[in-house]
């Protein structure tokens, strides 16, 4: 990789010539050039040599090829650990990092963030623990797949824009109103586990209503479909709130992804397919109904024609006979009707006689009985002032005797009153020596002591 341009290697050239570095500079300078590699990551093919030192936090380690170059190589324990299987010489791997100059050692490292294993055996080993592990932990359990709604509309589309695979899946996604959000991710190589996480979370969360996602591909060796078969995009399909439809590869090619995924299908074609079979079937069947509702409707209706006619016959003889049976219940109630009004009319006119002939005495009467109304008030009248003098003076008896036997007229005539524990005494065997009483006079009163009782 060419980083400097032919003027900006000349100018460098003499900026070198012309300084002296301190090996902390010199160190740093040398980053400084290694820096545009820590973003972009550089993927290295080779083997593990033989010489490995594994400490518990981290660990180096050689990468040769057959030309016998050596790379030195630094990774942590995490690194190494998520290989899945033993990491030990003649290991052919694919490791991506960046380089660097240690400044306490002086040594050249490759730092390594990934390692994958380029051989198929190697490959299908770590699959192998990879996937004993996954399903050990529920990963592929019946129970915890989401169901696929079987009338999808929204779907998730993960897979290379432009492919071969996507244009496999839209082609045979008939037309019955499907929407499709694409997500472009790359299907191989170490940067596709990223996309497709990505892409994963992505749907998920932008895109709440959709009903299903579909990460799909063509099929290829283990080595093209390791991004299918990482720990990652495992666990992310796993933790989807939307149900995943799986169509990796052909029959053959089984990836950790199908047995976690809701659903798996053999190839894109077959995802396209899966998900018009429902509306395709759907439209039959609506139309075989349709069919078949006309003629069952037609059929009730001829059955209803049929009845309401037969009932109109019914109706029209029990109405017939009701009518001839209300006209004679009517006729003999009109009948009685008539003898009824003729004997109250005859009542009538017999009251009405009646009234007449002894109008004049109830006039007489009320006559005679209105004098006698107005004399008796005449004398009511003239016997008022008699009456309310007489009355006056029964109650100024009556008051002179209620104030003569008042309990304090008696006091003020030099009477008093003695009561024990509230209670009047009577009698003075109602008392006994030692008992405390209270003696009431005309002006306040007196408490005492019985001496004796005599």
């Known amino acids: 990789m060419d980083i400097y341009s032919k003027k900006t290697k000349d100018e460098l050239k003499v900026t070198l010539e012309d300084r002296v570095f301190t090996v902390t500079e010199f160190i740093n300078f040398v980053n400084a050039l290694f820096e545009p590699l820590k973003s972009r990551r550089v993927s290295i093919k080779g083997e593990i040599g033989e ?7 981290y660990g180096f380690f050689k990468l040769i090829d057959e030309n016998d170059s050596v790379l030195q190589c630094f990774a942590y ?25 240690r400044k ?3 040594s050249f490292n490759f730092q390594v963030k990934r390692i994958v294993p380029t051989g198929e ?44 695979a996507e244009e496999d899946f839209r082609t045979h996604l008939k037309k019955y109103g499907f929407t499709i959000y694409s997500y472009n991710s790359k299907v ?3 940067s596709a586990i990223q996309d497709i996480v990505s892409g994963i979370q992505l749907l998920n969360s932008k895109f709440p209503d959709l009903d299903l996602i579909v990460i799909t591909r063509g099929g290829g060796s283990w080595e093209s479909l390791q991004a299918f078969n990482s720990k990652e995009v495992v666990k992310s399909a796993f933790s989807s709130n939307k149900p995943i439809i799986s169509g990796v590869g052909h029959e053959n090619d089984v990836t950790l992804l199908d047995l976690v995924a809701d659903m798996r299908v053999s190839t894109p074609t077959d995802a396209g397919k899966y998900l018009s079979e429902n509306w395709e079937q759907g439209a039959q069947f609506i139309e075989q109904s349709e069919r078949n509702l006309n003629m069952t409707i037609a059929n009730i209706i001829e059955r ?25 219940s009517l006729e003999h109630d009109l009948k009685f009707l008539t003898n009824q009004l003729k004997s109250k009319i005859e009542k009538f006119y017999s009251l009405e006689e009646s009234f007449r002939a002894n109008g004049y005495k109830l006039k007489v009467n009320f006559k005679e009985n209105k004098e006698k109304v107005e004399t008796l008030t005449q004398q009511l009248n003239q016997n008022k002032e008699h009456w309310e003098e007489t009355l006056f003076k029964q109650l100024s008896q009556e008051r002179e005797k209620l ?26 065997s109602d008392l006994k020596q030692g008992d405390k009483i209270k003696t009431k006079l005309s002006k306040g009163s007196v408490k005492s002591q019985v001496e004796n009782n005599e």
């Open 51 to 57: 010489d490995i030192n594994l400490y518990p936090r």
């Open 77 to 101: 324990k995490r690194v190494i650990n998520e290989m899945e299987i033993d990491f030990e010489p003649g290991m052919e791997v694919k490791i991506s990092g960046y380089p660097e100059l």
């Open 104 to 106: 306490k050692k002086g």
């Open 121 to 164: 055996g190697e490959l299908k080993k770590q699959f192998e623990l990879l996937k004993k592990k996954l399903k050990e932990k529920g990963f592929f359990d019946k129970e915890k797949k989401q169901e696929i709604p079987p009338f999808a509309e929204k779907i998730g589309l993960i897979t290379s824009k432009g492919s071969d």
């Open 188 to 190: 191989e190589g170490d």
């Open 304 to 328: 209803v024609k049929q009845q309401f006619a037969e009932m109109k016959r019914f109706f029209e003889r029990e109405i017939k006979n009701e009518i001839g049976k209300l006209e004679q």
């Open 403 to 428: 104030r003569i036997s008042s309990p304090k007229f008696k006091l003020r005539q030099g009477y008093s009153i003695t009561k024990k524990q509230g209670e009047v005494v009577k009698k003075s």
